[in-house]
């Protein structure tokens, strides 16, 4: 999970900008832009990709969520064969356990 300064973005801007990221940085593939969900009360952005880094390709899920202003993103990493529904199914299943303090 990483944690960044503050965030004043709409949901719509972060999608874009994490879709532009995944692109342009870590040169995903396969980037999907999944319904949101809610985080310990906060709404999130999702986002799913496929990576290969260092000869490991991976899938990815991405929940970035901005709690009293500060923008978090909490990221799966997935063998690539791992369905789109378990690796949901796991990574929501953690989410909601989640708690900001």
């Known amino acids: 999970m990483l944690g ?9 801007e972060e999608e874009q900008n994490g879709v532009a990221y995944l692109e342009q940085v870590v040169r995903a593939t396969a980037i999907q832009v999944r ?3 809610e985080i310990a009360g906060e709404e999130s952005v999702h986002i799913s990709s496929l990576s290969t880094h260092e000869g490991t390709t991976r899938r990815t ?8 202003g500060t923008a978090w993103t909490i990221t799966f990493d997935f063998n690539e064969a791992e369905s789109q529904a378990d690796r949901e199914a796991l990574a929501e299943s953690v989410l909601a356990s989640w708690t900001w303090t």
Do not use: K
């Open 4 to 12: 960044a300064d503050a965030n004043t973005d709409t949901f719509d």
């Open 35 to 37: 319904p949101r969900v």
């Open 61 to 68: 899920e991405q929940y970035l969520v901005t709690p009293d």
